[in-house]
């Protein structure tokens, strides 16, 4: 019988700083969960969702709480949404996995197994010089898409100097909920005559009707304004959504948001939040069929876990440690 062996923190080191709107992240704290059965084992990694309050000790707490049947049906009716739940999920899909003898790419219904998929790489919030110095440090390495942190103060310099410094780059931006007192039409219609192709959560939560009459020049996505399947109803202006397996709360209600996103309408992005391999390989998967990749949270670190996932050219390469 498959039982919960363990959920403990562990503490990884960021490459250098991550900066948004929000503040500097030096470390990532990540919750490992592990489940097995004396035979088999699987494991799932999950970061907490910090701007909703989560920590990780509190996940990996309320993991440890866990004393429901261990099947992915009864997880997902019996935990909220949240990092808890993805760790003791995705721990499940791997568990699985192992003991059939079926990876997850099968079982989640792809074709073939996953195959590289470009990326985009985060160009942190920073003065202008910097992030023009990233942003040609990343295009150097072969990343052909950017996410640029923004803070709804001199965006439009701070993208002038990432086009600069990758004149041939895609581009796309996060303005992390900044921008609810801009002229939001002007500011992506500015955004626009620099190359981005889009922006991310303009807005805060909870006020997504902001959007509803803007007429934009490029399409905007909903991030923390959509966590779940039950949030699809309520964005309007929307016209794509990020995915993260945190805020869902695991790849299996990650997976059914996907199918309902698109049965809308929506365009897809897949992100993730800072963490190892291990918590970025379920996303992989439905990174097969989106329409913007942002799974760079591990190569944002200092270091990895062993047989993670590789860039070469800015294509992410599939790993070997989950699945």
Request: proline content about 5%; charged content about 25%; glycine content about 10%.
């Amino acid at each position: 019988m498959v039982e919960i062996l363990s959920a403990k923190v562990e503490r990884w080191p960021v490459d250098g700083a991550f900066i948004i709107s929000r503040g500097a992240k030096t470390h990532v704290d990540v919750v490992l969960c592990t489940v097995g059965d004396g035979t088999h084992v699987g494991r799932g990694e999950a970061t907490a969702i910090y701007y909703e309050g989560e920590t990780a000790e509190d996940c990996a707490a309320l993991i440890g709480r866990y004393r429901g049947p261990l099947d992915r049906a009864s997880v997902n009716a019996r935990m909220d949404r949240g990092a808890a739940r993805n760790a003791l999920d995705c721990a499940l899909w791997d568990y699985e996995a192992k003991r059939t003898g079926v990876p997850v790419w099968q079982r989640v219904g792809l074709t073939a197994p996953p195959a590289p998929v470009p990326t985009a790489f985060t160009i942190s919030l920073n003065d202008p010089a910097q992030m023009e110095r990233d942003a040609r440090a990343a295009a150097a390495r072969g990343f052909g898409l950017l996410k640029c942190k923004l803070t709804g103060q001199a965006d439009g310099d701070r993208i002038a100097a990432v086009r600069r410094g990758a004149p041939d780059a895609r581009l796309i931006v996060d303005a992390n909920e900044s921008w609810a007192t801009l002229d939001i039409a002007a500011e992506a219609k500015a955004l626009r005559a620099l190359g981005v192709e889009l922006v991310e959560q303009p807005i805060p939560h909870g006020r997504e009707d902001m959007l509803a009459d803007i007429a934009s020049a490029m399409p905007f996505c909903a991030d923390e304004s959509v966590h779940s399947r039950a949030d699809l109803d309520r964005l309007p202006g929307f016209a794509a959504i990020n995915i993260k397996l945190d805020k869902a709360g695991g790849l299996t209600e990650a997976l059914a948001l996907a199918e309902a996103a698109r049965a809308r309408g929506l365009r897809i992005m897949i992100g993730c939040m800072l963490g190892t391999s291990l918590g970025i390989a379920p996303a992989f998967l439905l990174a097969q069929q989106a329409d913007w990749v942002d799974l760079d949270g591990a190569l944002l670190l200092a270091r990895d876990r062993e047989g993670g996932l590789a860039v070469e050219q800015g294509m992410l390469q599939p790993g070997s440690l989950w699945g």
